[in-house]
């Protein structure tokens, strides 16, 4: 079963043309990691599968991008929802933190939804479990190496309880030990079944633990 299916996929900035007639199956429940040189259109795609490039002054998309069977464009799919769905890692946590503690960030988006107290509680335990943050709850995320931050950022994406998980880059601002702290976050969800598209430039990564390599080059 696939996640994603894009078919005939063309992205604009104005005058741009920066995806050129995309086809791809995205398989459901393993990794398929983009690689590629810098300014291909990797992360561009990436935001096309739950519509971050929406909020790009002057980006247009044609074909379908399907989620699920579902044309997340055509069929008016509610963002919302379908960032809900579809869950997110950026480059920088540090852009992103914005809680007192670990808690309060991974319990933020639940608290938006306005879910109850008690499933606020076990979706927040459940996710800080699954990146090994537990024990740090309770500390300031100013307080924590560039590692931990990036596995509290995978902890609030998977407090939302997604069915895909997009990474851009989780890895490119850390040192060689955080970034084995962020991968082995990653192996241990692809074990559990998680769809993930990932962004990388880790080429030992995309060798040993993803299911499908994709390569891209001008779009």
């Given at each position: 079963m696939n996640k994603f299916e894009v078919r005939n996929m063309d992205l604009y900035y104005g005058s741009f043309h920066a995806l050129k007639n995309i086809n791809i199956d995205i398989p459901e429940k393993e990794i398929t990691a983009f690689?590629?040189?810098?300014?291909?259109?990797?992360?561009?795609?990436?935001?096309?599968?739950?519509?971050?490039?929406?909020?790009?002054?002057?980006?247009?998309?044609?074909?379908?991008?399907?989620?699920?069977?579902?044309?997340?464009?055509k069929d008016k799919m509610d963002v919302n929802v379908l960032r809900k769905r579809v869950g997110m890692v950026f480059q920088n946590?540090?852009?992103?933190?914005?809680?007192?503690?670990?808690?309060?960030?991974?319990?933020?988006?639940?608290?938006?939804l306005g879910m109850e107290s008690d499933t606020i509680v076990a979706r927040v335990k459940q996710a800080l479990e699954q990146v090994r943050m537990w024990k740090r709850r309770k500390t300031a995320p100013n307080h924590l190496s560039g590692g931990q931050k990036q596995r509290v950022a995978i902890a609030r994406s998977l407090a939302m309880q997604p069915k895909a998980m997009l990474f851009d880059e989780p890895t490119s601002a850390l040192d060689p030990e955080m970034i084995n702290e962020v991968l082995e976050v990653m192996v241990?969800?692809?074990?559990?079944?998680?769809?993930?598209?990932?962004?990388?430039?880790?080429?030992?990564?995309?060798?040993?633990?993803?299911?499908?390599?994709?390569y891209m080059a001008d779009g």
């Amino acid at each position: 079963m696939n996640k994603f299916e894009v078919r005939n996929m063309d992205l604009y900035y104005g005058s741009f043309h920066a995806l050129k007639n995309i086809n791809i199956d995205i398989p459901e429940k393993e990794i398929t990691a983009f690689i590629g040189p810098s300014g291909c259109g990797k992360s561009t795609f990436l935001k096309s599968l739950n519509r971050m490039n929406d909020l790009v002054e002057g980006c247009r998309i044609s074909g379908d991008i399907k989620l699920d069977g579902v044309d997340i464009y055509k069929d008016k799919m509610d963002v919302n929802v379908l960032r809900k769905r579809v869950g997110m890692v950026f480059q920088n946590p540090d852009n992103q933190m914005v809680a007192a503690n670990v808690e309060e960030e991974v319990a933020f988006g639940p608290e938006n939804l306005g879910m109850e107290s008690d499933t606020i509680v076990a979706r927040v335990k459940q996710a800080l479990e699954q990146v090994r943050m537990w024990k740090r709850r309770k500390t300031a995320p100013n307080h924590l190496s560039g590692g931990q931050k990036q596995r509290v950022a995978i902890a609030r994406s998977l407090a939302m309880q997604p069915k895909a998980m997009l990474f851009d880059e989780p890895t490119s601002a850390l040192d060689p030990e955080m970034i084995n702290e962020v991968l082995e976050v990653m192996v241990r969800l692809a074990q559990q079944g998680m769809t993930m598209v990932v962004v990388t430039h880790e080429m030992a990564f995309a060798r040993d633990v993803s299911s499908h390599v994709v390569y891209m080059a001008d779009g």
